[in-house]
């Protein structure tokens, strides 16, 4: 694979891209650069989330702007503000050492006077959603009769959000001669009507992203009753508290009732959908970025946008009806070279499901097993301990508040105060039962109504840590100490 430099780009963007620790370009940067810098030709690039599209036609972008003309030159459509405000920072990042050039972010949900203040200075791009690009073409804010270059990102989510008559709105504002980049995960029907009436000859790439989205992502299920699902949920967060993701929801209304759980339990989760105001998502996503939140409750279109490179997890609380989707929300975790996990919380009649995804994805799933109490208090009461033990308390506490508590605790032996404080500790878990939310009686599905797993008492287990590492302990009693266990 050839570097960037190898690819046209010049060493003023090289620099910066070493600068940021980008070191070989991704698939679709290789095969786009390349042609983008120096053909003049429509141009189709079809790749998966998390695979570099920004930079892909970013890169190309900055540097066929000529910073001497102060008119707009270049317009990238985006179908939310996130994704908008995304692509505004990374171009400004990647033209750091280039001659000036001005790059702003339009978008619904804020102040749209401040917005027609920066327009009336000299814009060189201009990164937009639909709905507030109209606003301002109408408001004669932004003249977009002498664009030279349009970019259509992530085109298919943007269709899929209902602005197929606002593209169609501002194509008309458009000159002829432009050229067009259309950048989209999957090509549906509606984005080859796009292709047909408004390219001419496009040039298409497309790249084999799957293997590459999944390379570091770990797939799994866990079969589960509906009911369970939350409790289920719960029970991961428990045993692996340094877990940070998103759990996908299928509609607004499951978001809210799920975060409203969480929060009542006092997990450190939030809800992301579109009855939330601009202002509330803002407060919700500088809170999740800051790792005030574990995780965060989302549909599949809020989630559009989410710029987080060290997710753990992704959770699939309901499966997604469209392949794509499953990519999609995969591709949230296992990015800038980590690794990641995804979950699929699935019912028995499911399991047909995730064999067509393994099959059309060309990825492998194994199966999980729902952590009991006894797992979560046992990992619980470890890591609790390890932090007690590595607590420095040398000169940080009054050694008269030493003595009042040596006095009140004097009378109960190592082992009886040892046992108080981990109930105090314990009883701050959500686990309510030692129930098995593992659906494994399934008489609809294998017709005899015996447990599926055959019982792993006395077996070695396989409990899975962050990263990728494995150890094994053997069960210990009657209870399954399955964590994470996956059966092929």
């Not at 937009?128 to 003249?143: C, E, M, N, S, W």
């Not at 209902?162 to 509606?190: H, N, Q, R, V």
């Not at 996908?248 to 009732?257: G, L, N, Q, V, Y």
């Not at 959770?315 to 070279?337: E, I, K």
Request: glycine share 6%; aromatic share 6%; hydrophobic share 35%.
């Amino acid at each position: 694979m050839p570097n960037f430099k190898k690819l046209g780009l010049s060493s003023e963007v090289t620099k910066v891209l070493k600068e940021l620790g980008f070191e070989k370009p991704s698939e679709i940067q290789e095969q786009a650069i390349p042609n983008l810098i120096t053909k003049n030709t429509d141009f189709i690039g079809l790749a998966q989330t998390g695979t570099g599209k920004t930079a892909a036609f970013g890169l190309p972008l900055l540097e066929r702007i000529d910073s001497s003309n102060p008119s707009t030159q270049a317009l990238v459509l985006a179908p939310t503000r996130e994704l908008g405000q995304q692509i505004a920072a990374h171009l400004y990042q990647y033209s750091k050492y280039l001659d000036k050039i001005n790059v702003l972010a339009v978008y619904g949900g804020a102040a749209i006077h401040n917005q027609i203040k920066s327009l009336k200075k000299p814009q060189h791009i201009i990164i937009a959603t639909p709905g507030r690009l109209i606003d301002l073409i109408k408001r004669k804010a932004i003249k977009l009769d002498k664009l030279q270059f349009l970019v259509l990102d992530e085109a298919d989510e943007m269709l899929n959000m209902g602005f197929k008559e606002e593209i169609d709105e501002i194509l008309a504002y458009t000159p002829d001669d432009k050229l067009t980049w259309l950048f989209s995960a999957t090509m549906p029907p509606e984005i080859k009507k796009i292709v047909k009436k408004y390219m001419d000859q496009p040039l298409e790439v497309r790249v084999n992203s799957k293997n590459e989205v999944n390379a570091n992502i770990e797939h799994l299920y866990a079969v589960v009753r509906q009911k369970d699902k939350t409790d289920a949920l719960m029970r991961f967060l428990d045993i692996q508290p340094d877990l940070r993701g998103v759990v996908f929801c299928r509609t607004k209304r499951d978001t809210r009732d799920l975060a409203d759980v969480l929060l009542k339990k006092k997990y450190r989760a939030d809800a992301l959908h579109g009855d939330l105001t601009q202002g509330q998502r803002d407060r919700v996503m500088r809170r999740f970025k800051a790792h005030e939140l574990q995780v965060l409750i989302a549909t599949d279109v809020a989630a559009r946008g989410i710029d987080v490179n060290d997710l753990t997890h992704v959770f699939h609380f309901t499966l997604p009806d469209q392949l794509a989707y499953y990519t999609h929300r995969s591709g949230r975790t296992a990015r800038a070279g980590k690794s990641g996990t995804s979950i699929a919380f699935i019912s028995g009649r499911e399991e047909r499901k995730i064999r067509q995804i393994e099959k059309q994805l060309s990825i492998s799933f194994q199966q999980a097993i729902i952590p009991n109490a006894e797992n979560i208090a046992d990992i619980t009461v470890e890591k609790w301990c390890k932090r007690i033990l590595e607590t420095s308390s040398k000169n940080k506490i009054d050694p008269a508040i030493i003595d009042k508590a040596n006095i009140l605790f004097g009378n109960l032996s190592k082992e009886e105060l040892t046992a108080k404080i981990l109930i105090h500790e314990l009883a701050k878990l959500n686990v309510d039962s030692d129930k098995d939310l593992n659906d494994t009686f399934r008489k609809d599905v294998f017709g005899s109504g015996e447990r599926r797993d055959g019982g792993y008492k006395g077996r070695k287990k396989v409990f899975h840590k962050k990263g990728g590492h494995r150890d094994r302990f053997k069960s210990r009693g009657k209870k399954d100490n399955a964590r994470y266990k996956k059966r092929k």
